[in-house]
Nanobody
Framework: QAKLVESGGGLVQPGSSLTLSCQAS?????TAWFRQVPGKEREFVAA????????DYADSVKGRFSISRDNPNDRVYLLMYKMKPEDTAAYYC???????????????????WGQGTQVTVSS
C-alpha cells in the first residue's frame, strides 16, 4: 500500500512563508496538494508532474505558492509565500499514476492521499 506523509504545517502570521513536505513511499507520475476547511469541499492547490516538472496552480495561490519535487528522494514540496488568513486549512498531499506524465486538478483522479497537515495563518 503506497503511503504519503505530510509535514511542515503550523501557525504563521499573515505575510509569512511556510514550506510543506510530502514524503512518498514510491514514485508517482503526478503529485498534488489539496486543502480543506471544515464544511467545505477539498480544493485543488497545486500539482507537479514527475517526468518534466510541469506544474499547475489554483488561481487563488498563483504567484504566492510554488510546488517542487525531489525525484531521487520521492519528495514533493509546497513553498507558500505571502500567506493570507484564507490560506488556513488542512493541507493534503495526493498522488496518482492514472493520468500519465501530466498534471490534473481532478480530486477523483488521485488514488493515494496523506493524512493532512494543518496550516493556520493568524495574527
Amino acid at each position: 500500500q503506497a503511503k504519503l506523509v505530510e509535514s511542515g504545517g503550523g501557525l504563521v502570521q499573515p505575510g509569512s512563508s511556510l514550506t510543506l513536505s510530502c514524503q512518498a513511499s514510491e514514485r508517482f507520475y503526478t503529485t498534488a496538494w489539496f486543502r480543506q476547511v471544515p464544511g467545505k469541499e477539498r480544493e485543488f492547490v497545486a500539482a507537479i508532474a514527475w517526468l518534466d516538472g510541469d506544474v499547475d496552480y489554483a488561481d487563488s495561490v498563483k504567484g504566492r505558492f510554488s510546488i517542487s519535487r525531489d525525484n531521487p528522494n520521492d519528495r514533493v514540496y509546497l513553498l507558500m509565500y505571502k500567506m493570507k488568513p484564507e490560506d488556513t486549512a488542512a493541507y493534503y498531499c495526493a498522488a496518482t499514476n492514472s493520468v500519465g506524465f501530466t498534471t490534473t486538478r481532478a480530486r477523483e483522479a488521485y488514488e493515494h492521499w496523506g493524512q493532512g497537515t494543518q496550516v493556520t495563518v493568524s495574527s
